[in-house]
């Protein structure tokens, strides 16, 4: 059974922290919280907010914010351990060398009061250690169908496509959502529209899948659209996107 | 049993025509087509070229393109029944007057070689006559579990909502895809964070659901991301992006 610490008490080490104790083959020794009364969810002699009162575990998984990382894995007072980071975007080597080095990014958005099935989440394993990328490979066959060796350089191309398909995407549903609102819509009419969308590029690519007055050049559409719009702000993108689709296409 | 023709061989139509008659209370009477060659999937006797040919119906869809709806009305060789569009962007009353007018928006994105669940597609309603609204209305029910009536103005509306939710949510994956494909990463690793974020926004509102640097107000992620990307406009739209985030949020 693989011991796993974690050290951090956000969205992330919250859906990781449950999802271990699930596998059958890895267990939640302890979880590092510096707030621990934020954390309702999980037995109470789990948890410690000491840095010095770690428990001894095959793998230390440090999931707190980006510009943290470098600094909590040096705080950790102890050295030759695999300790992993799990974030899209920081470098294997912003960890400090005095462990081992890994990265256990798991590819997902994390939302506080929504439920993850984590055999869905694709794992990205990075490694300093050969060994360990087997230990790290063993905990997210245990958690996940779909695991990736992602190098760091490729985890930052992959973190920034992230945004765009994932932060981006929402930001248009917001964009979509306010439109409605203005004129007294259900924002919920969109959903099978927003969820077909996302289907579709499963099985096509997203350029076959492009549809509507932008890749059909439509552009009286497109000129009533944009008299509709009031802000500015909407107007802008819609311009913006409009062109990137038309010259992408 | 409504007798239904359909002019028109486009995906909508052709989405159209094979749901209705799976319905039990509608038929396929007739479909026009100007290139009848296109259409392999549908029963050759149904399909006639002529307008003039058009047989008698309870129901005309005209679902070609938007430019074409006010040209195609005016060229029906009848007058006093009863014939709608499918466009979201085209006010009812583009259809000439010399029929009764009404709209039939199927608000889904249709793609030629995806099949769609009809029960699922909202159907938007509109009609210049009560009467015909509840012939339209029993069409709908037959068709689809979510029926909504909607008038031209908020049609509008939602349209461009809908190009916002779909078109370019879509149009974010396209950019994620090419971040991919420039760094060798397959881009079905994104598949799940796609499929998650549009389902998220059924049950949390678009604000609510935004996840990501943006709405972090993390500047060095957003520095090395825009440090990353070598396409100007991949770099303009993340910019841009980024900033409308921040301001809605």
Redesign the interface.
Request: aromatic content about 6%; charged content about 20%.
């Given at each position: 059974m693989l011991k796993v610490v974690i050290i951090g008490s956000g969205n992330v080490a919250q859906h990781l922290a449950k999802a271990i104790d699930t596998t059958g083959q890895a267990m939640l020794v302890q979880l590092y919280a510096r707030d621990p009364e934020k954390l309702t969810d999980l037995p109470g002699e789990k948890i410690t907010s000491s840095l010095e009162k770690l428990a001894n575990a095959d793998v230390y998984i440090i999931s707190v914010?980006?510009?943290a990382i470098a600094e909590v894995s040096s705080q950790l007072p102890f050295e030759g351990k695999l300790v992993v980071h799990t974030s899209g975007?920081v470098a294997l080597d912003q960890l400090d060398g005095k462990n081992r080095r890994g990265v256990f990014y798991p590819?997902?958005?994390?939302?506080k009061?929504?439920a993850?099935d984590f055999s869905?989440?694709?794992l990205?394993l990075e490694s300093e250690f050969e060994n360990d990328y087997a230990l790290l490979r063993t905990l997210a066959d245990a958690l996940s169908k779909?695991v990736?060796s992602?190098d760091s350089?490729?985890r930052?191309?992959?973190?920034?496509?992230?945004?765009?398909?994932?932060?981006?995407?929402?930001?248009?549903?917001?964009?979509?959502?306010?439109?409605?609102q203005?004129?007294?819509?259900p924002?919920?009419?969109?959903?099978?529209?927003?969820?077909?969308?996302?289907?579709?590029?499963?099985?096509?690519?997203?350029?076959?899948?492009?549809?509507?007055?932008?890749?059909?050049h439509?552009q009286?559409?497109i000129e009533?659209?944009l008299d509709?719009?009031k802000d500015d702000?909407q107007r802008?993108?819609?311009k913006?996107?409009t062109q990137?689709?038309q010259?992408?296409g």
């Amino acid at each position: 059974m693989l011991k796993v610490v974690i050290i951090g008490s956000g969205n992330v080490a919250q859906h990781l922290a449950k999802a271990i104790d699930t596998t059958g083959q890895a267990m939640l020794v302890q979880l590092y919280a510096r707030d621990p009364e934020k954390l309702t969810d999980l037995p109470g002699e789990k948890i410690t907010s000491s840095l010095e009162k770690l428990a001894n575990a095959d793998v230390y998984i440090i999931s707190v914010t980006d510009d943290a990382i470098a600094e909590v894995s040096s705080q950790l007072p102890f050295e030759g351990k695999l300790v992993v980071h799990t974030s899209g975007s920081v470098a294997l080597d912003q960890l400090d060398g005095k462990n081992r080095r890994g990265v256990f990014y798991p590819l997902q958005t994390f939302s506080k009061n929504k439920a993850i099935d984590f055999s869905k989440v694709p794992l990205c394993l990075e490694s300093e250690f050969e060994n360990d990328y087997a230990l790290l490979r063993t905990l997210a066959d245990a958690l996940s169908k779909t695991v990736y060796s992602i190098d760091s350089k490729q985890r930052q191309a992959l973190h920034v496509a992230a945004v765009f398909v994932s932060n981006f995407s929402n930001h248009m549903y917001a964009l979509g959502n306010a439109i409605c609102q203005e004129n007294n819509i259900p924002f919920n009419i969109l959903n099978p529209l927003i969820t077909e969308t996302a289907d579709k590029v499963s099985t096509l690519s997203p350029i076959q899948a492009q549809t509507g007055p932008a890749i059909r050049h439509d552009q009286k559409t497109i000129e009533r659209h944009l008299d509709l719009l009031k802000d500015d702000n909407q107007r802008n993108i819609y311009k913006i996107l409009t062109q990137s689709i038309q010259d992408n296409g």
